[in-house]
């Protein structure tokens, strides 16, 4: 099994900046990926941006030039760096793990809320 803990949300104006971090725990063999992918009210979860084993990024066109993804210093961690948030960020945050043999795992959600 694999524990995804995701930490950082919260409320912030329009403009402003949050950090989120992910760790991942328990059976994590052959790491594909790790990412963030987010869920607005009445929409489909979509990707935010992922970080491949190589180390290649990949980042959803709305978020490109204000979203950092990035490893954490301790094993299988991710962070998230969000800066200029805008209204339309306001979401529930999902980490992701992709694993080349069990397929991927999801965290449990924080709340991301830009105030205008």
């Known amino acids: 099994q694999v524990q995804l803990v995701e930490s950082g949300g919260g409320l912030v104006q329009a403009g402003g900046s949050l950090r989120l971090s992910c760790a991942a725990s328990?059976?994590?063999?052959?790491?594909?990926?790790m990412g963030w992918y987010r869920q607005a009210p009445g929409k489909q979860r979509e990707l935010v941006a992922r970080i491949f084993s190589s180390g290649a990024t990949d980042y959803a066109d709305s978020v490109k030039g204000r979203f950092t993804i990035s490893r954490g210093n301790a094993r299988n961690t991710v962070l998230l760096q969000l800066n200029s948030l805008k209204p339309e960020d306001t979401a529930v945050y999902y980490c992701n793990i992709g694993l080349t043999y069990s397929g991927d795992y999801w965290g449990q959600g924080t709340q991301v809320t830009v105030s205008s």
């Open positions: 328990g059976s994590i063999i052959g790491v594909k990926a």
